[in-house]
């Protein structure tokens, strides 16, 4: 069991979501090197006093590469850790160094956060060496020892709990953005069926009357043609989404029309749902993304608008594009305010793949808003 937990620690990939070094990184360093400047020019019993503060404010900058080579920080931090400890044990004077250095914890962090299973197993072996040979040249007593092993774990404790975090998290994406797929895949299914069948139809009528109306059948390949073309942009549209499940049934697919069935008059809280009168045909997959992104954020309205008496549902059609806004006049949920829920993540993805926006958050008047933005037209 030991040697399978190894082997699948060694084949770790990196974590995928490593941010880019930003301004804060800079900061950091910025702060770690006047830190150590200052404590190399006003501490009293500081050993070869430029010698150490050098080398402390010169390692600073290596975190600036913590989360892109963790490895070889760490090999960098740790190994000048222990060159450190083999100058105080040649030049026979107490440890040299600044206290400001112990930053370089942060790479036992960045390391296990950011690092390859390999770079990690490495990288660990490296930090238990330097920190054997410290206490080989710098003991201080047991308590010291617990002490230091104690941060040393926490610190890589702490990483390995970031990261699963976000594995986990990006894990729960990654399985609502595959949900929401099959949905998709579905739909095209549906699309393929009811376009199929209409070509099915007009291609017989074509041939019952080619020998009596020519000029009929011509017609009919004109209307077999606009349907194939239709048939095969809105495949376009969807073309890289996976079907994985049960047949999907030949059933309608609810759309921007039936949106009036989402209204109520119920004392708390009425809905409301106002809809253009002359709303051109939409493309079925843009059609029932607008019904289902409604559902959504009325059931998330419903669900988290603390004190909502209003909900409206409002649908635009302008210049090509088709927007949808769903608003509350409720209080806001913290914890809202902070995730928008995996429902609403879902639909994202979906709308992302048609093309569209989607934006959630606190309206400046209060209540929540979801607005989204379709084309009404189909990529081709």
Same mark, same amino acid.
């Given at each position: ?49 430029? /010698?150490? +503060?050098?080398? &402390?404010? *010169? #390692? @600073?900058?290596? $975190?600036?590469?913590?989360? =892109?080579?963790? %490895? ?5 931090? /740790?190994? +000048?850790?222990? &060159?450190? *400890? #083999? @100058?105080?044990? $040649?030049?026979?004077?107490? =440890?040299?160094? %600044? ?10 962090? &960045? ?204 649908v635009v059609e302008d210049a090509g594009r088709l927007r949808l806004r769903v608003t509350d006049d409720g209080q806001i949920d913290p914890a809202r305010s902070v995730n928008h829920g995996f429902g609403l993540l879902g ?34």
């Amino acid at each position: 069991m030991t040697t399978n937990a190894l082997s699948s620690l060694w084949a770790e990939p990196r974590a995928t979501d490593a941010p880019e070094r930003v301004s804060r990184d800079w900061v950091l360093v910025g702060v770690l090197m006047v830190t150590a400047l200052l404590e190399g020019v006003l501490r009293d019993d500081v050993a070869w006093r430029p /010698f150490a +503060t050098i080398v &402390a404010v *010169g #390692l @600073a900058p290596v $975190l600036l590469w913590r989360r =892109s080579h963790p %490895l070889a920080c760490v090999v960098v931090g /740790f190994g +000048t850790g222990m &060159a450190l *400890g #083999l @100058a105080s044990l $040649l030049g026979g004077v107490p =440890s040299v160094g %600044l206290n400001t250095m112990v930053y370089i914890l942060v790479l036992v962090y &960045a390391l296990v956060r950011w690092g390859s299973g390999r770079e990690i197993v490495i990288g660990l072996a490296v930090v238990a060496v330097a920190a054997a040979f410290a206490i080989a040249t710098d003991y201080s007593g047991p308590v010291d020892v617990i002490g230091g092993f104690a941060i040393l774990a926490a610190a890589a404790a702490g990483g390995a709990a970031f990261r699963y975090r976000a594995e986990s998290w990006r894990r729960e994406l990654d399985q609502i953005r595959s949900q929401e797929r099959v949905g998709l895949a579905r739909e095209l299914h549906d699309i393929v069926a009811h376009h199929v069948s209409a070509i099915a139809v007009q291609a017989q009528a074509g041939r019952a009357m080619a020998g009596q109306r020519p000029e009929a059948a011509l017609e009919t390949l004109a209307v077999i043609e606009g349907e194939a073309s239709r048939t095969l942009a809105e495949m376009r549209a969807m073309v890289r989404v996976l079907r994985d499940g049960p047949p999907a049934e030949y059933a309608p697919q609810p759309g921007v029309a039936d949106l009036v069935s989402l209204a109520r008059r119920d004392p708390v809280p009425v809905v409301d749902v106002e809809l253009p009168h002359d709303l051109d045909e939409l493309p079925l997959q843009v059609d029932a993304a607008v019904y289902r992104l409604a559902q959504e954020a009325l059931t998330n309205a419903l669900r988290h608008a603390r004190n909502a008496s209003r909900v409206e549902i409002q649908v635009v059609e302008d210049a090509g594009r088709l927007r949808l806004r769903v608003t509350d006049d409720g209080q806001i949920d913290p914890a809202r305010s902070v995730n928008h829920g995996f429902g609403l993540l879902g639909m994202t993805e979906r709308v992302q793949l048609l093309g569209g926006t989607l934006r959630a958050g606190p309206a400046p008047e209060g209540g929540w808003t979801v607005n989204a933005e379709l084309p009404t037209k189909v990529r081709r």
